[in-house]
């Protein structure tokens, strides 16, 4: 086999900045995405890093994404900030509002952030994290694509629908976890079919609704929730929450608007900050500590936190550089010259 091509993380970052810049993205918005593909590939979640360019470019080339969109802020002194990404990519609009979530979160105990009219496509580690490092829990969640069944049922209707979380942690990483609410993200099952390989049973069925493990045939059916109803409830209610609460579209409304799952969907987002402080002040504990207690117990069992492999992979990374395939390679050298 051949050997891997190792890049800087710096080095990685330019490369794709260069590329969303070549497209025609505005420089801050070329920058916030890069930053967070590349973070992808640092820390080992290949169904969001560099495999998601094409995605983006492909998008960008039908015009279904505002290259040059500029995120309005819209702030009425509540607990409730809206940033408008005007048809541009969400990465842009969250960096554009997180300082004010996090000033207002502090200010109030608790706020929220409504992104509107967005192309999504990352992961969602990246919003709760930069609240952990304000000293902020959060939480963090958008419909995507209709491609999930409800549990009992076998037809696409709810999206792949992640969904994260994250609590400071005192001079460490934070406690983050971070998933699609379907047994694996739809990129999961992409990885497969470009690899050739069966995806694992449970997570997806055919379009006659029989349990497959062949990617075309999964991403032709439908994929399933996890943890049966309890994934599918959850699923649901980030429908309700980030779809018909904001206004915006839920995963079924998103497949219809992009007419199809050739291009990444666009919908809107929610993002809920709380400061443990506010919440804990009359009880005289501490809440950071408390969580302390409980995640070293997690710890002493053996047991690894979500998040822990991704914080390792990005030390390495940092350390060492991201080794990427010939055909990665190729692919990033074709994009710059497109
Ligand atoms: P994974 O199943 O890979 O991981 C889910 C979470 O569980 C991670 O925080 C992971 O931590 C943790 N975890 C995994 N194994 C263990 C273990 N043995 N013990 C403890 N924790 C564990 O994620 P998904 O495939 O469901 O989702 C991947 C990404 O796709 C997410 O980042 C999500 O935001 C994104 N996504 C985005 C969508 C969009 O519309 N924008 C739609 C769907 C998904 P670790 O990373 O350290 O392994
Ligand atoms: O992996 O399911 C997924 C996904 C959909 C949109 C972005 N990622």
């Known amino acids: 086999m051949a050997e891997p091509h190792v890049l800087s993380v710096d080095a990685l970052l330019q490369r794709v900045e260069t590329i969303f810049e070549r497209a025609g993205v505005r420089r801050e918005s070329a920058k ?9 590939e640092r820390d080992s979640c290949k169904s969001h890093g560099i495999y998601r360019i094409e995605g983006c470019l492909k998008v960008l080339a039908a015009g279904k994404v505002e290259p040059n969109a500029v995120p309005q802020l ?19 609009a969250f960096h554009a509002a997180r300082d004010l979530l996090a000033e207002r979160t502090r200010a109030n105990g608790i706020a929220a952030l409504v992104i509107r009219d967005c192309l999504h496509f990352s992961a969602l580690w990246h919003d709760v994290e930069a609240l952990a490092e304000e000293g902020l829990a959060s939480l963090s969640m958008c419909p995507s694509y209709s491609f999930v ?6 037809e696409q209707l709810l999206g792949t629908n992640p969904f994260a979380f ?56 439908a994929m399933l929730t996890f943890g049966g109803h309890k994934g599918s409830a959850i699923s649901t209610m980030i429908e309700l929450l980030a779809g018909a609460m904001l206004g915006e579209f839920m995963s079924k409304e998103a497949l219809d608007f992009m007419g199809g799952t050739a ?10 900050a709380l400061d443990p402080r ?12 408390e969580g302390e207690t409980l995640l070293t117990a997690i710890g002493a069992q ?7 492999r991704r914080f390792a992979a990005r030390r390495k990374a940092m350390r060492d550089g991201i080794a990427l395939s010939e055909a990665e390679l190729a692919q990033l050298d074709r994009f710059e010259k497109d």
Request: aromatic fraction near 6%; charge should be negative.
């Open 74 to 92: 819209h702030d009425a002194g509540t607990s409730v900030i809206e940033v408008d990404a005007g048809g541009g990519f969400s990465n842009p």
């Open 32 to 40: 916030a995405v890069a930053g967070v593909i590349v973070a992808g």
């Open 166 to 221: 994250g609590w400071p942690r005192p001079g460490g990483d934070p406690y983050v976890f971070d998933f699609a609410t379907s047994v694996a993200a739809r990129g999961e099952i992409e990885l497969h079919r470009r690899a050739g390989t069966p995806i694992p049973e449970g997570w997806a069925i055919d379009r006659d609704g029989n349990p497959t493990t062949d990617p075309d045939a999964a991403l032709d059916g």
């Open 278 to 289: 506010t919440f804990a002040a009359r009880s005289g504990r501490d809440p950071l500590a």
């Open 149 to 154: 069944a409800p549990a009992g049922g076998t």
């Open 302 to 308: 053996g047991a690894r936190l979500p998040s822990e």
């Open 263 to 272: 291009l990444l969907p666009r919908h809107g987002a929610l993002v809920i």
